[in-house]
């Protein structure tokens, strides 16, 4: 059985203090009520020593957000790998569309990221989906396979076997306008598809592919629900526990 996880991705919010609050309070709730699902929080890299600490390790997971493209040395500003892994952090989300947007990150410096991130230990959560002009001129599936193929094919399958593909239409983040479950799963079916192209069947039945855009406790459940949706990432609402229990919830 695949994985089902929940993950917040907090991005560039939460002060220190704030941070510690909003980890001790996603805890909380997760060992009041319980998860069914693995709980997996996203935070910013000075967040990451400090969360690993206020969580309880068997009931959360902490990700990075980004690590760089290079092992070590002079590169300003940069967190590596090893420095991520270092702090306890399990995961590192790469690829998110905001770093491809934003700060160019390409297929190609993504492909380095995610050697780096396996050669440490880390997990990766790895980001695609289509901005809306590839939507609309229905290239939504040419555009997921092509990020998943080059930045990940080169891997081994024991080495895939550390990726968690995480689909995000870029206009359904922070804009209210969720993926159907129905237009969420047809792509997921088709990154499944993609995966057992070049995997095989038994290797794609054990990926976690997430859905993430816009998803918030009222529709988390029909999205979770759906054959090859195997949890969320979450922005927006996963700034309040109360909010991302309600997500976790999904799965109770
Ligand atoms: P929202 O949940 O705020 O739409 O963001 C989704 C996202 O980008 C998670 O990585």
Same mark, same amino acid.
């Given at each position: 059985? !695949?994985?089902? @996880? ?8 939460? %002060? $220190?203090?704030?941070? @510690? ?9 997760? #060992?009041?009520?319980?998860? #069914?699902?693995?709980?997996?929080? &996203?935070?910013?890299?000075?967040? $990451? ?9 068997? /009931? ?7 690590? =760089? ?21 399990? +995961?590192?989300?790469? &690829?998110?569309?905001? !770093? !491809?947007? +934003?700060?160019?990150?390409?297929? =190609?410096?993504?492909?380095? #990221?995610?050697?780096?991130? $396996? ?15 590839? !939507?609309?001129?229905? #290239? ?16 081994? *399958? ?6 968690? /593909? ?5 206009? =359904?983040?922070? %804009?209210?306008?969720? *993926? ?26 054990? %990926?976690?592919? $997430? +859905?993430? &855009? ?5 529709? *988390? ?26 997500? @976790?919830?999904?799965?109770?």
């Amino acid at each position: 059985m !695949r994985k089902k @996880i929940v993950a917040g991705n907090w991005k560039m919010n939460k %002060t $220190l203090q704030e941070g @510690i609050e909003l980890a001790k309070g996603v805890n909380d709730i997760v #060992k009041k009520n319980g998860a #069914k699902c693995t709980v997996v929080l &996203g935070t910013p890299f000075i967040h $990451l020593t400090e969360v690993v600490k206020t969580v309880d390790a068997n /009931l959360i997971k902490v990700s990075a957000e980004n690590c =760089a493209d290079k092992a070590s040395g002079a590169y300003t500003g940069e967190v590596s790998a090893a420095m991520v892994k270092s702090t306890g952090a399990e +995961y590192v989300i790469l &690829g998110h569309s905001e !770093r !491809r947007q +934003y700060y160019g990150e390409t297929d =190609a410096i993504l492909k380095e #990221k995610v050697d780096l991130a $396996l050669a440490n230990g880390l997990k990766v959560i790895f980001c695609i989906g289509e901005v809306l002009a590839e !939507r609309e001129a229905g #290239k939504q599936n040419e555009v997921v396979t092509s990020q998943v193929k080059n930045a990940l094919f080169h891997l081994s *399958a024991e080495q895939f076997a550390n990726i968690v /593909l995480a689909y995000e239409p870029v206009w =359904a983040i922070g %804009t209210g306008k969720t *993926a159907t479950s129905e237009q969420a799963q047809d792509v997921h079916a088709v990154i499944r598809a993609c995966v057992a192209a070049q995997y095989g069947a038994a290797v794609a039945e054990d %990926t976690t592919i $997430l +859905y993430g &855009g816009s998803c918030k406790a009222s529709n *988390a459940k029909e999205l979770f629900a759906q054959k090859d949706i195997d949890g969320g990432l979450i922005g927006g609402a996963s700034l309040k526990p109360e909010d991302f229990y309600g997500i @976790i919830e999904a799965y109770n």
